[in-house]
T-cell receptor, first 113, second 114 residues
Framework: GGIITQTPKFLIGQEGQKLTLKCQQNFNHDTMYWYRQDSGKGLRLIYY???????QKGDLSEGYDASREKKSSFSLTVTSAQKNEMAVFLC????????????FGPGTRLTVL | AQKVTQTQTSISVMEKTTVTMDCVYETQDSSYFLFWYKQTASGEIVFLIRQDSYKKENATVGHYSLNFQKPKSSIGLIITATQIEDSAVYFC???????????FGTGTTVSVSP
């Protein structure tokens, strides 16, 4: 078995601030994902990476940057935090392409003051 | 463009009964995978079951089964003999981005009462 760790669990920032969320997995999975879940809503894809140093934009990539410097880690940066993007950010990983099940981390809850 | 729609916002059932929830999807792909995920009250998201569009047989895992109707672009989830711990939000999802990512529906909240 394996685990996905997301840090921090809670992230509070000021409007306009640059904020970074981190994700680590020890499944040795190739593909990693970042999703945003707004309160009471579904998951929307921000970025994904199919291997180290690869980055692919999802539908919600504007306002975000991502980094995959190691196979086991995937970071997401909110370039200028806005109040309307307060949400839970979920990291996931899978062994390969999307036909395989995804394993999710516990999430980071972002609050923007 | 691909799209996944779950029209049922919430469903309430009694324990030990069967619950069915709907999902319709749009895709131009001839071959694709469809998924159901469960999000518990704690926020944990887990994979439940998967359907290969090429397979006519409905997938079954434990007390979860699918009602796959390809001509209607529909993939329903059926939970039999429901338990209190089945209370959760259930998300339908489909491959997109050339089969490298998933697109999710908005979820159906299931409440199971004793």
């Amino acid at each position: 078995g394996g685990i996905i760790t997301q840090t921090p669990k809670f992230l509070i920032g000021q409007e306009g601030q640059k904020l970074t969320l981190k994700c680590q997995q020890n499944f040795n999975h190739d593909t990693m994902y970042w999703y945003r879940q707004d309160s009471g809503k579904g998951l929307r894809l921000i970025y994904y990476s199919i291997t180290e140093n690869d980055l692919q934009k999802g539908d919600l990539s504007e306002g975000y940057d991502a980094s995959r410097e190691k196979k086991s880690s995937f970071s997401l940066t909110v370039t200028s935090a806005q109040k309307n993007e307060m949400a839970v950010f979920l990291c996931a990983s899978s062994i390969g392409e999307s036909s395989y099940e995804q394993y999710f981390g516990p999430g980071t809850r972002l609050t923007v003051l | 463009a691909q799209k996944v729609t779950q029209t049922q916002t919430s469903i309430s059932v009694m324990e030990k009964t069967t619950v069915t929830m709907d999902c319709v999807y749009e895709t131009q792909d001839s071959s694709y995978f469809l998924f159901w995920y469960k999000q518990t009250a704690s926020g944990e998201i887990v994979f439940l079951i998967r359907q290969d569009s090429y397979k006519k047989e409905n997938a079954t895992v434990g007390h979860y089964s699918l009602n796959f109707q390809k001509p209607k672009s529909s993939i329903g989830l059926i939970i039999t003999a429901t338990q209190i711990e089945d209370s959760a939000v259930y998300f339908c999802a489909m491959e997109y981005q050339g089969g490298r990512a998933l697109i999710f529906g908005t979820g159906t909240t299931v409440s199971v009462s004793p």
